[in-house]
């Protein structure tokens, strides 16, 4: 199956050539000697890269790997100047940090809408001939080879082990439609969407992470991939599987995904968490989650994401949370 969502890509980029200046003599009839009026080459193209909202992915960007910016015009006669080149305009998504690929030297950060950075700036226009100088060729554009890495921004991640029901969850409360099965690892990529709370006055976007493992701080499972999308988080919602169906013990669960987290980066342990307890309408989870109240004294919502009980107290919590 063909991946459409890539959040890492190396791209060249290319700012355009300077045009040249022009040398060129007008002499008219009255005139004994001819008066040099060549004029000046157009500045290149610059690049640039702009934070789009409609943009979700760097897509685009992985299956073009080279972007130029226009050439500036020459100059010519009778002191005119040639025109700019045209900039070359890359959109990327909010939360996309752009690194020189050869330096590691982080270039821009853009978070929000709307941000833009020149990552390579084009040629000045060479110089139309004047007394006593002659014309000279535009400048070359700065030439990049850039890493552009995307780091998801959303309110609320939904974080957990494969299959305990974090892509139903994000369907009863979104419109984002994430596939659903009765197997783990369904959901491959992280998918946003956006939900409402009560009068539906309150927005927030909810990012569905695809289920950790254990080493996913180092990698395993795509761990990486995952975990950078939650950095940008301001809530999670740390959801375990109370039903016990597939024989795993929801508190160990628990303790371990959060030492992940840890591992990866020391603050994602500090943002603030709801932990809930999901499938609670399957037999035994009554009886499961008052043995997980004996080692967590925090608290805990339980909910069915397939019936849609209890979520509406969750939802509640996380719009107090996000205030």
Known sequence: MKRTFIDHVVIQVQAGKGGDGCSSF?????????????GYGGKGGDVVITADRNTLTLIDLG?????????????QGNDKTGEEGKNCIIKIPPGSIIKDAVSGLILRDLTKAGEEVIVARGGRGGLGNRPRREATKGEAGEEKKLYIELKLVADVSIIGYPNVGKSTFLNRITSA????????FTTKVPILGS???????KIFTVCDIPGLIEGAHKGKGLGHDFLRHIERTRLLIHMVDMSSLEGRDAYKDYINLNNELILYNPKLGEKIQILVANKMDIPGAEENIKKFRRNFKGKIYPVSAFSGKGIEQLLAAIGKALN
């Open 26 to 38: 007008y002499r008219d009839l009255w005139s004994r000697f001819s008066k040099p009026d060549g």
């Open 63 to 75: 299956y073009r790997k080279h972007f130029v910016a226009q050439k500036g015009k020459n100059g």
């Open 195 to 201: 939900a409402t709370i009560g009068n539906k006055e």
């Open 177 to 184: 439609k994430s596939k659903v099965a009765a197997y783990p």
